[in-house]
């Protein structure tokens, strides 16, 4: 599931706030965690898109599956 969260990145936001030194195992755990955070959140919000009747996810979507997330 990680595969769509590149690891640099996440490496790079770690050290920007302040991780001088990062894991790898410690960067993947944070990833998996993200996949999985991102998938149920997509989840939420599609089905609050199909219950509006609409085939669009949209901003409020997301925030609202965040809310009830």
Do not use: C
Not at 13 to 21: P, Q, R, T, V, Y
Not at 33 to 55: D, E, V
Request: aromatic share 8%; charged share 30%; net charge positive.
């Amino acid at each position: 599931m990680s595969e769509y969260i590149s690891w640099s990145p996440i490496r790079r936001l770690m050290k920007h706030n302040g991780a001088l030194i990062v894991a790898r195992d410690a960067v993947d755990e944070l990833v998996d965690w993200m996949s999985t955070s991102a998938t149920k959140i997509t989840k939420t919000a599609l089905s609050l898109t199909k219950h509006a009747k609409r085939k669009k996810i949209t901003r409020d979507d997301i925030l609202l599956a965040i809310k009830y997330f």
